[in-house]
């Protein structure tokens, strides 16, 4: 856990132009306090809205580089970023860019029209030198000669939902387009197969999906799962012969009531629940495998944008009963129901919020922050109007507020006419493009929020760089966050040429370390891109606290060091965007 803002501060500085994050809209939870680190992370966040279902994918890729050498990694996972310690499956692939004319082992293809499609998909307009970067790295992607993991022959990308379609001997092809896939036994008609043994990992399910894994050869079904999931397939699902069902409650792994720990687990203590998404098909001697973000549902394969990685391994490794020899470690269970069960009232009226609150922050929310009128020395405030045009439905009721400010919430009543709220007295560190919408279900006493990504067409000049100064509100914090943001990324602490200046600035008071720290950074090849950064921050806290002595002393050592660097190198017009 990151408990140092300082620290995060920094961090964030250095990355804000370098990272991206595409998130299904509607689906970024209200935290309970915001913390003005979160503003800071505006520029690197993307919802994304598809009509036909779920942005659903859990890719991570990588690109790492060194002057001219440059290096890749590539994560295919069912995990969100959520803080939520649930059991998730990750495939790791790493690589470089194929030299000459070397065939890669991998179709880049579909991996490569994925990452340079995800702009399109954005709900709020993607700024033209992210998207360029985005694009750039799609084309690099395309040539990059992945490591396969060990016991791995062959591998595939498969995004679903973005167009792609596969060969008739892919399992992604079998499992959402029956009708043009031959399976691995090249059979067209209800005879085809992908083996005899299968082995599924879901937290959902429906029977859709597990009809299609259980073919006509299947000798042997094994499907771990969630319990009240397995409840609401059909009976005949459950009593089907060859077929095996255990559940990993959503609860998660008994605690102590005394010590808090999770009883009897050999795999891990703080499991919570499953979330992990797996399909296994052992065919002759060989595994097909299929490890991403789908569940084993109709939607996942039909309708929603996921993605996977699908595997063909030797049996010997991979296989089903591997596996399952690797899952007794595992505290599932033997599912004792039957099937049949219907989703509770309760469970209907969350689903429906769900999907409410995803076509609510699919609309367009356009915020204007107009300066108020101020006395000599007061702060200065802006009126916030957020406009909309998105209306709850009738049995819903909506609040809506700024994401920074817990007062006022606006009602948001049906009509048809555009709406207009107007938040007044904001600081400018709290202006921001993001809302709170509430969606309330009153009869079910059910409510639910999400933040929701606007537009802020009129963005006041110095409104991050207000945010980093009011998080540096005495001199030693500022002394942290200069050391580490001019720390260079790869000298670890105690080593490498900063390694003095590190200490100092944490161990002791005054400046020191602090000017060496400020002189070597100067020899460094980005020094006027860091410097142009870092002045506006000492330039913003100098006019809030030009009485402090403190704040003097170091001024006074950032102009040494700019007078060294030379004061013509310095632009501040790229730092102060």
Not at 181 to 196: A, L, M, Q, Y
Not at 243 to 256: C, I, M, R, Y
Not at 464 to 493: G, H, M, N, S, Y
Request: with cysteine.
């Amino acid at each position: 856990e990151f408990n140092n803002p300082v620290a995060v501060l920094s961090a964030i500085r250095k990355i804000s132009d370098r990272v991206d994050i595409f998130c299904q809209a509607g689906h970024i939870k209200a935290p309970h306090d915001a913390s003005d680190l979160l503003s800071l992370l505006e520029p690197m966040i993307h919802q994304v809205s598809v009509g036909h279902g779920l942005f659903h994918p859990k890719v991570w890729v990588l690109e790492f580089e060194n002057d001219d050498e440059r290096r890749y990694r590539f994560l295919c996972s069912s995990r969100n970023l959520t803080p939520d310690p649930s059991w998730d499956l990750l495939v790791r692939l790493d690589g470089v860019p194929a030299e000459g004319n070397t065939a890669n082992r991998i179709d880049n293809g579909p991996l490569a029209r994925f990452v340079s499609a995800l702009p399109e998909l954005c709900t709020v307009e993607f700024d033209g030198d992210r998207r360029a970067r985005v694009g750039e790295l799609a084309k690099r992607l395309a040539s990059v000669e992945w490591d396969l993991p060990e016991d791995i022959q062959e591998a595939a990308f498969r995004p679903l939902g973005t167009g792609e379609s596969y060969g008739p001997d892919s399992l992604v092809t079998f499992l959402s387009e029956p009708s043009k896939s031959h399976g691995k036994n090249r059979k067209f008609n209800r005879d085809k197969t992908f083996g005899p043994n299968k082995l599924v990992i879901s937290p959902f399910l429906d029977d859709e999906l597990l009809g299609r894994v259980k073919d006509r050869h299947t000798r042997g079904l094994h499907v771990f799962g969630r319990a009240d999931q397995f409840d609401l397939l059909k009976p005949e699902t459950i009593a089907a012969n060859r077929a095996s069902f255990k559940a990993f409650d959503d609860l998660g792994v008994p605690e102590s009531a005394e010590t808090g720990t999770a009883e009897g687990s050999t795999i891990s203590d703080d499991l919570t629940g499953l979330h992990a998404k797996a399909f296994f098909c052992d065919y002759d001697h060989s595994t097909y495998a299929l490890l991403g973000s789908a569940n084993a549902t109709e939607a996942a394969f039909t309708r929603n944008v996921e993605f996977g990685l699908e595997l063909k391994g030797r049996k010997r490794s991979i296989g089903v009963e591997r596996i399952l020899e690797s899952l007794k470690g595992v505290p599932f269970a033997d599912y004792a129901g039957e099937g049949g069960e219907t989703r509770s009232d309760e469970d209907e009226a969350r689903f429906r919020l769900d999907g409410a609150l995803r076509d609510a922050a699919a609309k367009s929310f356009v915020l204007d922050a107009v300066s108020e009128p101020t006395l000599d020395g007061a702060i200065r405030t802006f009126a916030v109007t957020a406009r909309h045009s998105y209306s709850p439905p009738e049995d819903l009721t909506a609040h809506i507020r700024l994401l920074t400010v817990a007062n006022p919430s606006f009602a948001v009543v049906p009509a048809d006419a555009e709406h207009e709220h107007v938040f007044r007295s904001v600081p400018l560190a709290d202006v921001t493009p993001y809302l709170v919408l509430t969606l309330t279900d009153k009869a079910k006493d059910l409510s639910k929020s999400t933040v929701v990504q606007g537009t802020l067409r009129t963005d006041p000049d110095g409104r991050l760089d207000e945010i980093v100064a009011r998080q540096l509100d005495d001199p030693e914090k500022l002394r942290q966050f200069l050391l580490l943001f001019l720390t260079p990324e790869d000298a670890p602490p105690g080593s490498g040429t900063f390694a003095g200046a590190f200490g100092a600035g944490f161990g002791g008071g005054g400046t020191a370390g602090l000017f060496e720290a400020l002189i070597g950074a100067t020899a460094n090849s980005d020094a006027p891109e860091v410097f142009s950064e870092l002045k506006v921050v000492i330039d913003r806290l100098l006019e809030h606290r030009a009485d402090d002595e403190e704040i003097q002393q170091l001024h006074l050592l950032w102009e040494a060091a700019v007078e060294a660097l030379g004061p013509e190198s310095v632009d501040v017009g790229e730092a102060a965007r």
